[in-house]
């Protein structure tokens, strides 16, 4: 071949290699949504995680909406206190479960301090404190999907674990919001398998509540709505009225409700026409126990890490872990009937009271002694909330994907409970079905 | 990784007595849904990056083939093709990179009839398809639990080639080629978490799925002079 003919067509060839890459750039598209052309407004009932994760991501977007939140404050089932110890204390949520997930980034981005939880664990097993026990509860209590639907309890029974583990049981049901008699052994199972997000716990040195609200709430303050309880909602006409408890209304396109499981099982809000009747059976086939966390602090650190297995609360853990500061503070983290229990006593002194005793048990009459001060947050009695966080009752089956379905393309649902992928009782679960909804009003609308 | 090496070292072993042997660099572009989608995502669920991930499509492949028949206007062979694509984006605290290695391993099939098309040729291929998607975190292997998270892909590829040869000296040939993969794959299900940190939100049925790749390059020819002289008498 002529050199000047091989030149020809080499160009030829090379114009044609390095245009190929442009044009098939141009074939793609990088937004999710190129024909969406949804302008209307969206309103969110609730400024939990979830509420507030999906205003976010509105915003974004440039779509016009109004969070409206019935109590006092954003932030759900997240909340801060700085002036019961010399480091800052998380009312709620405390713990990042992984860091596999949207806010393992956001914490990553922000250069947010996180600290694993490494932390060490007796048991008050028998009457005394031990470092280990005979049986490994654990490993007897996690099962696979195989299982039969049966409870915690009742399989622990079949298992052969006498009653000298039911509080070490009751501390790994309460671990997931509930109690032992009532979280199914096998739904548990199949909702765990698809949990990603990582094994691994990590505190915040600051709080959970602060990751939230400087990077999330921030951006969107001046859409939220405090103080407005809704307690109706009308999706009868061509978009959607929602009635607040003062008799005022907010006319919408698109509803995304992310109130807690308990608001919507006791029908604390109406709805026009009323929910399908599957929708709401599904909503009571979710449990979602009392819960409270009580803070303790004392004069000496004459406790463990983690206490597990005590019969008025079954799991204590030392709050100073991840944290910057040195006063000695014992949460008392409460579930299931061990909650309704300490609440049924009528006051934070007695709640206090029945807490300092058990401890005094375990530790020879330290707490008493060594007693400073304390704080209860009793999720169950807060009526926006009524409880601690979602889990699965014997018999729930796929009623969470039900709950979770909009409804004639208006309303939407959000929060952790109706998380579908594992990630329920968790923040960054909540956040999950925060965007799923905004993308799921989205994909309607293409 | 065994059979691959093996495979290799038989390409190379088996040269003495092999007519062409062909190594091809290039530039990729691939077109899987499901990234885009999984990508598009992660984009979408974090207003807080200021820096968008890009769609895991531009690469780079290299190609090693040997065509040991000759029939007429046929000649089949084995090859083997490696593609690379990344996808980064730099944030302030969190850089990502999302990799993607494709392995294609199998039987080609080359058409010339110089004749008709004069120094174009075609090509079908037919492979066994590994892919591997993995992910970088600031530099870092991406952890879960002190596990790195990947995703693993099985498939076949049907590829079809085009190229023109340009004859430079006696022996040495190269030739600037364009290919088209259609590669349906089984998934294990692990891009969405690799992706978008979740399962299931995104794809409930992620597990088969199908990529696109289009590749243009070159490549160069290194025919074995005895061979080729045998396989001239034997025509004769």
């Known amino acids: 071949m002529e050199r000047r003919i091989f030149f020809e067509k080499s160009i030829l060839a090379y114009l044609g290699l390095a245009l190929s890459p442009t044009l098939l750039a141009s074939c793609r598209k990088e937004t999710l949504f190129p024909d969406s052309d949804f302008s ?44 019961f110890a010399d480091y ?97 052994i096998k739904w548990n199972s199949i909702e765990e398998e698809e949990w990603n997000s990582g094994e691994t716990d990590f505190k915040f040195e600051e709080t959970f509540f602060d990751l939230i609200d400087k990077n999330i709430t921030e951006e969107i303050k001046g859409s939220i709505l405090l103080n407005t309880p809704i307690t109706k ?25 992310t109130v807690p499981i308990t608001i919507l099982q006791d029908s604390d809000i109406e709805f026009e026409p009323a929910l399908p009747q599957a929708k709401i059976e599904a909503f009571n086939k979710i449990g979602m126990g009392a819960g409270m966390k009580v803070f303790l602090k004392f004069s000496s650190k004459f406790y463990d890490e983690n206490i597990a297995g005590g019969e008025i609360c079954a799991a204590y853990a030392d709050e100073i872990i991840g944290k910057n500061g040195t006063d000695n503070v014992l949460l008392a983290f409460v579930m299931g009937l061990q909650a309704e229990h300490l609440t049924s006593l009528g006051s934070d002194t007695a709640i206090t009271n029945a807490l300092l005793a058990e401890l005094d048990t375990m530790y020879s ?52 409970a109706m998380n579908l992928n594992g990630h329920h009782q968790t923040v960054h679960g909540a956040l999950e079905t925060g965007y799923r909804e905004v993308i799921n009003i989205l994909t309607m609308e293409q | 990784m065994r059979i691959v090496l093996a495979f290799i070292i038989f390409l190379f072993a088996s040269k003495s007595y092999s007519q062409e042997l062909r190594i091809g660099v290039g530039y990729s572009n691939l077109y899987s849904k499901q990234f885009d989608r999984l990508i598009q995502t992660y984009n979408f669920s974090r207003p807080f990056l200021q820096k968008k991930q890009p769609l895991l499509d531009n690469g780079i492949h290299v190609d090693l083939s040997y065509l040991f028949k000759s029939e007429k206007n046929l000649k089949s062979g084995i090859s083997v093709d490696y593609s690379l694509f990344n996808s980064t984006a730099e944030n302030p605290n969190l850089d990502l990179k999302l990799s ?9 099939l080359c058409y010339k009839n110089k004749d008709k098309f004069g120094d174009f040729y075609s090509e079908l291929e037919v492979n066994a398809v590994l892919g591997l998607l993995n992910k970088k975190q600031n530099n870092e292997t991406y952890l879960i639990d002190n596990q790195a998270v990947r995703s693993l892909q099985v498939g076949a590829s ?76 034997e025509a004769r």
């Open chain 1, 88 to 184: 800052p204390i998380d009312l709620g949520a405390q713990w990042l479960h992984g860091r596999n997930s949207i806010l393992g980034d956001l914490a990553k981005s922000t250069a947010t301090k996180i600290t694993k939880d490494n932390s060490d664990s007796v048991y008050w097993f028998n009457n005394q404190i031990t470092s280990s026990i005979p049986q490994d509860v654990e490993e007897i209590i996690s099962s696979d999907s195989d299982s039969p639907d049966i409870s915690f309890s009742e399989h622990a029974e079949q298992q052969g674990l006498g009653s000298e583990y039911k509080y070490i049981v009751e501390q790994i049901a309460g671990d997931s919001g509930a109690d032992s008699s009532d979280i199914s």
């Open chain 1, 365 to 416: 009459g330290q707490a008493t002694a060594s007693f400073i001060d304390s704080h209860v947050e009793n999720w169950t009695t807060n009526p926006f909330i009524k409880g601690a966080y979602s889990y699965s009752k014997v018999g729930i089956g796929n009623s969470r994907s039900i709950a979770a379905q909009p409804v004639n393309n208006k309303l939407f649902f959000a929060g952790e």
């Open chain 1, 233 to 257: 909602i009308d999706y009868s006409g061509n978009g959607v009225l929602v009635s607040d408890n003062q008799g005022n209304s907010y006319q919408g396109d698109k509803v995304i409700l």
């Open chain 2, 100 to 108: 993607f290695n494709m392995l294609e391993l199998g039987y080609v």
């Open chain 2, 158 to 233: 049907f590829n079809l080639n085009i190229g023109y040869l340009v004859e430079l000296r006696d022996k040495l040939k190269i030739s600037p080629f364009i290919g088209f993969h259609y590669s349906p794959y089984f998934s294990e299900g692990r891009s969405e978490i690799v992706i978008n940190q979740t399962s299931d939100l995104i794809d409930e049925q992620e597990q088969y799925n199908s990529f696109y790749k289009f590749d243009v390059g070159l490549r160069v020819y290194f025919p074995n002079k005895k061979a080729q002289d045998l396989s001239t008498n």
């Open chain 1, 40 to 83: 209307g407004k969206v309103i969110i009932i609730g400024a939990g995680a979830a509420g507030l994760y999906a205003g976010y991501i509105l915003k974004a977007r440039g779509i016009d909406f109004t969070i409206i939140e019935a109590s006092n404050r954003s932030g759900g089932r997240l909340g801060k206190k700085s002036d």
